[in-house]
């Protein structure tokens, strides 16, 4: 058999144990509270600070489509002309076309060219984040965070661009095989190392302080089954007002993370409701069902890559010999931002249904409806959310349940409708 039939093969299978993997360790049961308790939920928030949400996040939305826009348009425009592999050959020039040069710098200039395309709509969203006083940021510490977010990104994607054009270089045929496990394995890597090497290039991490707060959420987590060594404080509030909590990391690095602001912002009993809720994720192991669905999603994209290495037409317009060369970077990218598009939906569902297990987990945890309530209604208002919003863009961007379905939820719940 040829090196394309075995990717296909293998195409196949990674795509079948994606549906298996989704099947078992996603919710699919359960639809929303029914309306009737979400339009009471939204009846028992200020008006006025419901119509200020709506009006931030109106204020939001050109920015995000425009955002959007660019990033395809960058992408399209470098990746599916010669204009990428011009700018490949151009910055490694100075190295004579080596290929490692084309690879590192040709690659990092790709990525570069939408960074820049995209940071005047990124300072627009931050101009309207301080407007509504959402962010404490000033612009120098927001400069600071931007140039941290390259410095990570330029790592990461230095890595990226280095590991796999070296198995395309040396293995001409079978790269994909040495791809597609590359990609799966620096993907559960970034799961387990994000929580030490990356999230402390943001912000501080300090353990919950004693006193009686600390030893109720402990107890919490004893109660549970769940084994959480500590619960870290993040100071959120040097960025931003809002309030959140979560939990990332595997195994040895799992920790579950709240917001200075929300332990300054909310009482007990809703710190109890959020953190019940970070636990029912610890318990049924979302994190690691994402990182699997994420490591077996990136290797299935890397033999789909392959797999459109032999469009003829595709290369032709990108102006390369090879799907696998460097000077096809920014058609790889291009293929990368169209598949992203059209997968965000499916991941906003798939993370939806996952975010109300961890709700239905919280209100049997903590066995406080009301509370659960409230911590909805604060972290909606707080955040300036929209707590009932459209439902297109709900369904093409909405990672949680809507604050009024969540709310709603615990109302069904009081009642034993769940
Ligand atoms: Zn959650």
């Not at 920015?63 to 348009?73: C, E, F, K």
């Not at 961890?358 to 066995?367: P, S, V, Y």
Request: charged content about 15%.
């Amino acid at each position: 058999m040829t090196p394309r039939a075995w990717a296909a093969i293998t195409l196949a299978a990674l795509l079948v144990a994606v549906v298996v993997i989704a099947v078992l360790r996603v919710p699919w049961s359960a639809p929303p509270a029914p309306r009737a308790d979400q339009l009471a939920a939204l009846d028992t928030l200020p008006a006025d600070a419901v119509a200020k949400g709506r009006a931030f996040h109106a204020a939001l939305r050109p920015g995000t489509y425009l955002s959007i826009a660019l990033g395809l348009l960058v992408a399209v425009l470098l990746g599916l002309t010669p204009a990428g592999a011009w700018v490949v050959e151009q910055v490694s020039r100075p190295f004579g076309g080596h290929w490692l040069a084309r690879a590192l710098l040709g690659g990092l200039a790709v990525v570069l060219a939408g960074e820049v395309v995209a940071l005047p709509v990124a300072a627009w969203r931050q101009t309207i984040l301080r407007r509504y006083g959402l962010s404490t940021q000033d612009w120098s510490a927001w400069t600071v965070d931007m140039l941290k977010g390259y410095a990570v990104g330029a790592v990461i994607g230095a890595v990226v661009l280095v590991g796999f054009f070296t198995v395309t270089h040396f293995a001409p045929r079978w790269w994909w095989v040495w791809a597609a496990a590359g990609a799966a394995l620096l993907t559960v890597l970034l799961s387990f190392i994000f929580p030490v090497l990356v999230e402390p290039v943001f912000n501080k991490f300090t353990p919950m302080p004693e006193g009686e707060q600390r030893t109720r959420l402990m107890a919490m987590a004893e109660r549970d089954g769940v084994p959480v060594r500590d619960v870290l404080v993040a100071d959120a509030s040097r960025r931003t007002r809002a309030v959140n909590a979560y939990v990332s990391g595997l195994g040895p690095t799992r920790r579950i993370v709240v917001y200075d602001t929300l332990l300054e912002k909310a009482p007990q009993d809703e710190v109890e409701s959020v953190v019940a809720h970070e636990l029912g994720h610890a318990k049924d192991g979302d994190v690691l069902t994402g990182t699997l669905l994420g490591a077996i999603g990136a290797a299935a994209a890397v033999c789909a890559l392959y797999l459109l290495g032999s469009w003829g037409a595709l290369l032709r317009r990108a102006g390369v010999d090879a799907i696998g060369e460097p000077r096809a970077v920014a058609l790889l990218l291009a293929v990368a931002t169209v598949a992203g598009l059209l997968a965000g939906p499916a991941q906003a569902f798939v993370s939806r249904r996952v975010e109300a297990r961890a709700d239905r987990h919280a209100l049997e945890l903590t066995g406080d409806p009301a509370g659960f309530e409230a911590m909805q209604g604060r972290l909606s208002l707080v955040n300036l959310g929209d707590p009932d919003p459209n439902p297109v863009e709900q369904f093409l961007f909405g990672s949680h349940p809507t604050a009024v379905e969540r709310m709603a939820e615990a109302r069904a719940w009081a009642r034993g409708a769940r």
